[in-house]
């Protein structure tokens, strides 16, 4: 049994809104794990219960990230999967990474939550670029 991957959507389009919607569902499945079970104590260490505008703004950033991560991987022409983790290590690092270290330093909070969150934004970009490699380059 094969399954050609780019077959399993009728356009491109079809192609990168499902994996917009697959990569934003799975970002944030990883977050609820990685924070309610890798990392509870920096969890408790931000402080601050998990809100409804706090769920609505965190499905629209994923929304957004799922969509620019599969319209970098697509548009540099990713030949293969290490490529694409290749690229998903360079959004985290140039993109991801800069704003998660300003804005630590600029809360004051412990060294733990600035390494569980540049963690999981690390594993969230190669996970995103997977998901790409795997649902929109076939």
């Given at each position: 049994?094969?399954?050609?991957?780019?077959?399993?959507?009728?356009?491109?389009?079809?192609?990168?809104?499902?994996?917009?919607?697959?990569?934003?569902?799975?970002?944030?499945?990883?977050?609820?794990?990685?924070?309610?079970?890798?990392?509870?104590?920096?969890?408790?260490?931000?402080?601050?219960?998990?809100?409804?505008?706090?769920?609505?703004?965190?499905?629209?950033?994923?929304l957004v990230l799922s969509a620019a991560v599969g319209v970098f991987i697509k548009n540099r022409q990713v030949v293969d999967t290490a490529d694409a983790l290749r690229l998903g290590f360079k959004i985290w690092l140039g993109f991801l990474l800069p704003v998660l270290v300003t804005f630590w330093a600029s809360v004051g909070k412990s060294i733990n939550i600035l390494v569980a969150t540049a963690g999981y934004w690390l594993v969230a970009a190669l996970l995103l670029a997977l998901l790409a490699d795997w649902m929109i380059l076939g």
């Open positions: 049994y094969t399954w050609e991957r780019r077959r399993a959507y009728s356009s491109p389009v079809q192609a990168m809104t499902a994996y917009i919607i697959v990569g934003a569902i799975a970002t944030w499945g990883l977050g609820w794990l990685w924070y309610q079970y890798l990392f509870p104590k920096v969890r408790e260490e931000f402080g601050v219960p998990p809100s409804t505008r706090t769920f609505v703004i965190t499905a629209v950033a994923l």
